[in-house]
């Protein structure tokens, strides 16, 4: 048997190692093909949004802003016709999120202060689910959303939703700026805490077993002292503190009288 010399030894071992390389690329390349997703980016130079959408740039090429912040992700409901590409761009709130598109190998994470950014194509017609993968809370669990992708024609035949008015009242600026409607819903859904809505001038049991009527002085008492006062059942969790002015307390009553 002839036996190698050293230099021709060190050359096979180069040789064998540079093909490992070129198949490894050439898997890459064929993986981003073949499940179209292209290869998540850290976007130093985009500033992070606070407001999730979609932005159509032609039929067949679409952008998502998806913001993620405890614990949903905005839009919850996409729908894009098949055979778009779509541009990804993930911001986050408050805290570091995770997405994960299931049935794709879209994987990002959202990270406070930067935008991450992957391109998807879609073929078919699917429902695809969104998931938060990186623990980020109580709520962590809840955190989906969904991206349907649908024929053309079904496409062009959904009604356009009419852009939902956000409330313009300055009580609704001062909840959503501290987070509030994050665990208090404004229409009645359940949440971690009770929904604002009808919450004023109801009467509510507490923990400790008396009973208390949702007026001013138990809003602003709740909102300096969240432990003081807690109301019974399965909203025994307590509310984080938050630094709020009186001016802010007033808003929100103001707000919350609203509510009906
Ligand atoms: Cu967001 Cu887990």
Known sequence: MNKLSATQLEKRIIWVALAFVAVLLALSALAINLFHVGLPTCLT???????????????????????ARMWKFEPEDVTVPAGSTVDIYLSAADVTHGLILLGTNLNLMAV???VNYARVKFDKPRVYQLLCHEFCGTGHDQMAAELHVVDAATFA??????????PTHPGY????ANLCT??????GQPGIGPTFKGLYGRTEKLRDGSSVTVNDAFVRDK???????????????????????????EEIIEYLQTLK
């Open 45 to 67: 130079d985009v500033k992070p949004f606070q407001k999730g959408e979609l932005i159509a740039h032609s039929p067949t090429h679409y952008e998502v802003h998806y913001v």
């Open 112 to 114: 406070p202060g930067v």
């Open 157 to 166: 035949a959904k009604p356009k939703p009419p852009a939902a008015a956000e």
């Open 173 to 176: 600026k001062v909840l959503d």
């Open 182 to 187: 994050t665990c208090h819903s404004l229409d």
């Open 223 to 249: 909102i300096l002292h969240p432990e003081a006062k807690v109301i019974a059942g399965k909203f025994e969790q307590e509310m984080p503190k938050t630094d709020l002015t009186d001016h802010e307390i």
